[in-house]
């Protein structure tokens, strides 16, 4: 099997925070998630792709070699987006809330202590490009955790997660972008297009008490119908 994980600047609970546990068995929570138990043998045929946009969060990654993954996992400094191009990571003074979007109104009442202290220029490419230049003919999971890109992501992986893909793990924000937009009915309505439904929800975040939107973000299972 294989998964793949898209994040930009390594967020929480993605593919690469469980194999940074340093331990065997990390892999499982995340299939168990899915309601695929793994079992010893299992577990050593698992395989990974680790796509980071900051060159600090691909170092964190590379700390993979000393987990005994290195034979199974390759990390990749690009961004999945919905075009190749290149444009700027804004660098959070928060670990895990890097974005390619800036710190709008609706995200920074909800992480009021949450500030940008850089920007970082990055590659961007589309995963239908870079699975079908990888070679990839079949993903079992694809986590994505960006900071408010997720849409472009998956319209730039449309082919990949259509046909090959068997499930997905998004986290999805609702203060990257100002409500009214709606950009969390688009991402149901994108991935609803691509064959999936939700499956289960977890690691709910929510506002300081007193905030009128408490609902910060969700990280939500998809699987094919």
């Known amino acids: 099997g294989r998964a793949v994980a898209a994040g930009a600047a390594r967020r929480r609970v993605q593919l690469v925070d469980v194999l940074n546990q340093h331990e065997p ?10 309601g695929h138990p793994v079992t ?17 969060d691909l170092a964190a990654v590379a700390r993979i070699d000393g987990a005994g993954f290195s ?19 804004h660098l959070a003074s928060h670990h895990g809330a890097n974005s390619l979007m800036g710190i709008g109104e609706a995200y920074r009442a909800a992480n009021p202590h949450i500030g940008s202290e850089a920007t970082e220029s990055i590659e961007l490419v589309r995963m239908d490009d870079f699975v079908r ?16 890109v997720e849409n472009e992501v ?12 068997d499930a997905v793990i998004m986290e999805m924000s609702f203060v990257r972008h100002e409500r009214a937009e709606g950009n969390h009915i688009q991402l149901f309505q994108t991935m609803h297009e691509l064959g999936f439904a939700p499956s289960y929800m977890f690691d709910v975040e929510q506002a300081p008490l007193g905030t009128p939107w408490r609902l910060s973000q969700v990280d939500c299972v998809f699987r094919k119908f």
């Open 71 to 89: 034979d199974r996992f390759r990390a990749h400094q690009i961004g999945f987006f919905d075009k190749e191009t290149q444009a700027d990571l």
């Open 154 to 165: 998956l319209l730039g992986g449309r082919e990949t997660l259509s046909t090959i893909v």
């Open 25 to 34: 068995g990390a892999l499982d929570p995340l299939h168990h998630q899915l």
């Open 40 to 56: 010893p043998a299992q577990r050593q045929r698992l395989g990974g792709v680790g796509v980071e946009q900051g060159h600090q």
């Open 133 to 148: 230049d990888a070679g990839i003919t079949h993903i079992d999971l694809v986590k994505i955790d960006v900071e408010g």
